[in-house]
Each structure stands twice: as structure tokens, then as C-alpha cells.
């Protein structure tokens, strides 16, 4: 399996993707990879209003404590559902060679097995998904 | 005549707050007694579908996953779509009912079927459910006919894009999918190059219109690029994937068509679906009053009965996109066509 290049992470705001994205900073540096952070919208984000204007400040702050040069980390919005925007970020050029999202993010009834994003990602995934736990205490510390 | 059935009883599915409510069926049936239709209504039972039934589109492993995750209580299957306890009985009696109008209208050969279920279905892939959707109803009752020999036309005037019908059908020569709706917009698929698989070339068309889009330009769109791939594929069977969501007043995305426009493009589907062979399947639309009356509209086309319609809107963004369509699709074929024969580089 070659280095990934290209690392897509998933992302909502949530400490799970901050973890999911400090991970990735940290695979990137060690790669020399270039990172797409991407969120997706979905259908009640846009009903219920949900301001997610922030999502690019909150994901720079996060590259700039990590190694990282600012000008591999890109940041997306993509209309979908948290799979099939990862999925289609791993499929159209330029295509992704890793996929990386924590165990969940934003829920109400806290994720159950079957439509968890990360295990979709992983039934359906051509390339490899890596599945960040959140961690005690402050993300990457 | 209108082929329905008894009213289904969704209040089991029902996540506090989340707009795919039950209050929408009741909107529904509203728009449908506005029409006083009387003696002119058949209601067949509600029926559940059979395994064998949803697995012609649907991944076996997934059936028992949804069925075992509602068993267990149901949750989140995505940050939009959830399941209850009770969500899994009510998508297979969704799904069935669906095949019990079609039955019904094909015993009787007239009328026009009208199905008024939930969930809705037309993002729900083979093996995923999304966008609101458990089970894809529109697709189980194209396959059904598919498997009797029919073809089958499905045209989705729902505001987004149905990517779970599109990408069941997606190499099935024997389906027409044809999808108006907002784009860029959930679930973000549907642009016009999407033409079908190898096998089903042309059998996919897609009009991706702007935000603001009237029922002028969507209506321009389906007779103009839509309306010679039906003729030329002349389905014996036309499927309406019904959702209402681009009233100019549904929360939901920003189309600015009217109840008039949805009786436009009824009028426009009944000059080409045979008589006896045309069914209507309810996907989205969260505006109550707006989804009562667009309802009552559509119904209204096709039934050739009077009722208050708003008027139909004009002039919105979009008809340069119409001839942009045309061109990319054109161009799309053209590629796919000659890779299927095996000519591309």
C-alpha cells in the first residue's frame, strides 16, 4: 500500500471530527499529503438554519497548531449525507487515497450501528477509512 | 377515477421535530377531499410488502439490518434520517401499498393511482437508507412491472435529486428516470451528464435547474429535453415520484413553483402515460398547506376535476440552463455511446 497522498476527513464541528481532523493534520505531515476537510449538508442542516459558517475558522485554528502548511489543507462544503460526500471526495479526481472520520458526530440519539458514517465508510469505501476514537481530554494533546 | 388505498396509519414514525412527520398524510388527504371526488375513489387495503418484493431492489443484508436496528429500538441512520420501532412494519406496508394500488389499477385498467405513504423513498439506495428514505417505494413498484415485461417511466418532480432511484435503475434499459430538481442541492448528484450505465444509455435524464427556478422553466426542461427520450422510449407504465418541495412556500429548498405549476406538469405527464398506467407516489413536501394544495392540484389534472388552484409562476432563472442541459447531455451521449461500442480511446 503506497502513502496516501490525498486524505479527505469528514467534518461537522464536533469533537470527534476535531479529532478525526487532528489525526489527519498529523498523517498528512507525516506523508506529505495535501488534505480536503469537507462537510457536508444535509437536509435538516438547511430546515433547521444551522450556522456553519464557522466550520473554516474552527478547522484553520486547528491547522495552524499543527506542523502543517496551511496551503495543503483545503476546506469544502459538499450537499449530501456525511457517506456519500466522503465517498464521492474518494471517487472523482482528485481522488482521495484515505478516507478519515471519528466514531460520530453531532447526533440526538447518539449513533447506533447500522448508519453510523464510519461503519458505512467502511462497507463501502475503495480505499482505506481510518475510524478516530475520541480521545479523553483535549483532542490531540 | 382514483386508485388509492386506506389511509396509512404513520404515527409510529415519527422523530419530534423532524419535518418527514405524519402530520404531512394528513395533509395529503386533505388536498384530496378538497377535490370531492365522492363515489369516484377506490381504496384498496394496506398490504405489506413481501422480502422477495423489496429485494428486487434492495440489498437482502440491508432488509435485515433496518429490520434488527428498528427492532432494537431504531436511532439515527444518518444526521437526517432516523428509524423507531415502528419505522420498519410501516416501510414495508409503505412499499406494498404501493404495489397493491398498481395491482388494483392493472384489475381494473383505468384510473389514476395515487399512493400516500411514508416514509418517502426516493433517496434510499440498495443498501442505505437516506435523505428521509428507508425504503425506495417509487423503485420497488417500477420493479415489480419491470419483472412483468413493462417499461417503466419514473419521472421525480420532486426538488432534489432522487439518486436512490437513478442509481438502482441506473443500467436497467427497461426504466426510464427522469429527475427536475434544484441544483446544487442535497443530495448533490443529478447533473445532466448523468445519462445511465453501458446497458441503459439514455435511460437517465437529469435536469439540474437553479435556486428561484419557476414552473415556466421546469415545465421547459421536461418538454424539451425530457419529452423526445420518452417518446422515443414510450414506456407502458409511468411511475410520478410526487414529492412537493418546490412550492415556492416548503422550507426545504428554493424552487418558486405554485399548486398550478404541479397541475401543469400533471397535465404535461397524462398527454403521454397510457390510460390505467399511470400512479402517483408521494415523496417530499413539508409545507403543510402548501402540500395539501399542490396535492389537490395535481390530483386535479389528472382527474379533469375543478378546484382553486394558485396561479402558475413564470419567469424565474433557469431557461439558459435548459439549452446548457441539452448541449451537455448531448455531448455526455455521444462519449458514453461510443464507449459502449467500445470506440473511446
Request: aromatic residues 6%; glycine residues 10%.
Amino acid at each position: 500500500m503506497k502513502r496516501p497522498s490525498r486524505i479527505v476527513v469528514g467534518y461537522d464541528g464536533s469533537a470527534h471530527a476535531d479529532g478525526a481532523l487532528d489525526f489527519a493534520l498529523m498523517m498528512a505531515g507525516s506523508c506529505r499529503a495535501e488534505v480536503l476537510v469537507l462537510h457536508a449538508t444535509g437536509l435538516l442542516e438547511r430546515y433547521e438554519h444551522r450556522d456553519v459558517t464557522h466550520l473554516p475558522d474552527q478547522v484553520a485554528a486547528r491547522v495552524a497548531a499543527s506542523r502543517l502548511p496551511a496551503a495543503r489543507v483545503h476546506f469544502a462544503f459538499d450537499d449530501g449525507d456525511p457517506c456519500t460526500t466522503l465517498l464521492r471526495a474518494a471517487e472523482l479526481e482528485p481522488a482521495a487515497d484515505l478516507i478519515v472520520v471519528g466514531t460520530r458526530g453531532h447526533t440526538t440519539h447518539g449513533g447506533r450501528l447500522l448508519g453510523s458514517t464510519s461503519l458505512e465508510l467502511a462497507e463501502h469505501a475503495t480505499v482505506p477509512v481510518v475510524i478516530v476514537p475520541l480521545q479523553e481530554g483535549p483532542a490531540g494533546a | 377515477m382514483l386508485i388509492t388505498h386506506e389511509i396509512l396509519d404513520s404515527t409510529g414514525h415519527e422523530d419530534p421535530g423532524h419535518p418527514e412527520r405524519p402530520a404531512r398524510l394528513d395533509a395529503v388527504w386533505a388536498g384530496v377531499a378538497d377535490l370531492h371526488l365522492d363515489s369516484d375513489v377506490v381504496r384498496v387495503p394496506v398490504r405489506s410488502a413481501g422480502r422477495a418484493e423489496l429485494a428486487r431492489v434492495h440489498e437482502p443484508v440491508y432488509l435485515d439490518h433496518l429490520g434488527a436496528f428498528c427492532f432494537e429500538g431504531g436511532g439515527e441512520l444518518d444526521p437526517d434520517t432516523y428509524a423507531t420501532y415502528d419505522s420498519w412494519p410501516l416501510a414495508q406496508q409503505a412499499a406494498g401499498t404501493g404495489l397493491a394500488v398498481l395491482e388494483e389499477l392493472h384489475r381494473r385498467g383505468e384510473g389514476v393511482g395515487f399512493v400516500a405513504v411514508r416514509p418517502p423513498g426516493h433517496h434510499a439506495l440498495r443498501d442505505r437508507a437516506m435523505g428521509f428514505c428507508l425504503i425506495n417505494n417509487v423503485a420497488v413498484a417500477a420493479a415489480a412491472l419491470r419483472s412483468a415485461g413493462e417499461r417503466v417511466a419514473v419521472i421525480d418532480w420532486d426538488v432534489h435529486h432522487g439518486n436512490g432511484t437513478q442509481a438502482i435503475f441506473w443500467n436497467d434499459p427497461d426504466v426510464l428516470y427522469v429527475s427536475a430538481h434544484e441544483w446544487p442541492l442535497f443530495p448533490g448528484s443529478g447533473v445532466a451528464a448523468e445519462v445511465g450505465g453501458l446497458a441503459a444509455v439514455d435511460r437517465t435524464v437529469n435536469l439540474p435547474l437553479p435556486a428561484g427556478a419557476t414552473g415556466d422553466v421546469v415545465l421547459q426542461a421536461l418538454e424539451e429535453v425530457a419529452g423526445p427520450v420518452i417518446d422515443d422510449f414510450d414506456p407502458t407504465w409511468t411511475l410520478i415520484s410526487a414529492g412537493f418541495d418546490g412550492h415556492r412556500d416548503d422550507p426545504m429548498a428554493d424552487f418558486e413553483m405554485t399548486s398550478g405549476d404541479y397541475a401543469r406538469l400533471a397535465a404535461w405527464v397524462r398527454g403521454f402515460a397510457r390510460p390505467g398506467r399511470l400512479a402517483i407516489y408521494l415523496e417530499g413536501g413539508y409545507d403543510l398547506d402548501a402540500l395539501r394544495h399542490s396535492v389537490a392540484g395535481t390530483l386535479a389534472a389528472l382527474l379533469d376535476a375543478p378546484t382553486p388552484l394558485e396561479d402558475r409562476s413564470q419567469g424565474g432563472p433557469g431557461v439558459d440552463q435548459v439549452a446548457r442541459i441539452r448541449t451537455e447531455r448531448h455531448q455526455t451521449l455521444q462519449l458514453v455511446r461510443a464507449q459502449a461500442l467500445g470506440e473511446a480511446p
